[in-house]
């Protein structure tokens, strides 16, 4: 089981970047079933939900990055990805994706599986 997510950076405030997350391995042999999540760690701050996808394509977002963060995913290649525009210097964490099959959910509780994370550094 193994969620590889890539992407990161480092940006100027104002710019943009997208991260990707590949599915790998038997228990995502039939990954369109999952909901998949962004997540993210701000050094001295918990973790806190980003965006997330539905099976059904349906998307959440967090207040602070709606409008600014798109998710999207390709279950013919197993990838989820997170395009994020208008980045500010509060953006700056580890990006973490995650995947659960029991069913849709904004809570990291939920998630079954998660990646290790890559880091986003957004200077102002």
């Known amino acids: 089981v193994q969620l590889q997510a890539c992407g990161g950076g480092l940006v100027q405030a104002g710019g943009s970047l997208r991260l990707s997350c590949a599915a790998s391995?038997?228990?995502?042999?039939?990954?369109?079933?999952?909901?998949m999540g962004w997540f993210r760690q701000a050094p001295g701050k918990e973790r806190e939900f980003v965006a997330a996808?539905?099976?059904?394509?349906?998307?959440y977002y967090a207040d602070s990055v709606k409008g600014r963060f798109t998710i999207s995913r390709d279950d013919a290649v197993k990838m989820v990805y997170l395009r994020m525009n208008s980045l500010k210097s509060e953006d700056t964490a580890v990006y973490y994706c995650?995947?659960?099959?029991?069913?849709?959910?904004?809570?990291?509780?939920?998630?079954?599986?998660w990646g290790q994370g890559t880091q986003v550094t957004v200077s102002s």
């Open positions: 995650a995947a659960t099959s029991g069913g849709t959910s904004l809570s990291q509780d939920r998630y079954n599986y």
């Open positions: 391995g038997r228990t995502f042999t039939n990954y369109a079933l999952y909901t």
């Open positions: 996808i539905s099976r059904s394509y349906t998307t």
